[in-house]
Nanobody
Framework: QVQLVESGGGSVQAGGSLRLSCAPA????MAWFRQAPGKEREGVAT????????YYADSVKGRFTISQDNAKNTVYLQMNSLKPEDTGMYYC????????????????????WGQGTQVTVSS
């Protein structure tokens, strides 16, 4: 069983940036989810690794960018203009089946998960 490994989390002040990494990136979809204490896990960004199509939650559009490096077999989440509400544990996930666009943020369809990396944004 493939184990996804995330890295790049940390603590930053509001307005700062972080880049998260996840490997290995595999077919069909790679996604980043986050979970704040006491809240449900929510999808942040998803990429179709076969064609590069990307999807973003409204709360991060224009600030976060998901990308893939095929040579390094890695997916990244570039997070800019970070806000305190972005604080949480960030998880990388992989779905190995085709998905309808309406399901790209549904954690139930992602069968493979990393251990998570903490992101803390202070005001």
């Amino acid at each position: 069983q493939v184990q996804l490994v995330e890295s790049g989390g940390g603590s930053v002040q509001a307005g700062g940036s972080l880049r998260l990494s996840c490997a290995p990136a595999t077919y069909y979809y790679m996604a980043w989810f986050r979970q704040a204490p006491g809240k449900e896990r929510e999808g942040v960004a998803t990429i179709y690794t076969g064609g590069g199509n990307t999807y973003y939650a409204d709360s991060v559009k224009g600030r976060f960018t998901i990308s893939q490096d095929n040579a390094k077999n890695t997916v990244y989440l570039q997070m800019n203009s970070l806000k305190p509400e972005d604080t949480g544990m960030y998880y990388c996930a992989n779905a190995r089946t085709p998905l309808w666009a309406s399901r790209v943020f549904d954690p139930k369809v992602f069968g493979y998960w990393g251990q998570g990396t903490q992101v803390t944004v202070s005001s």
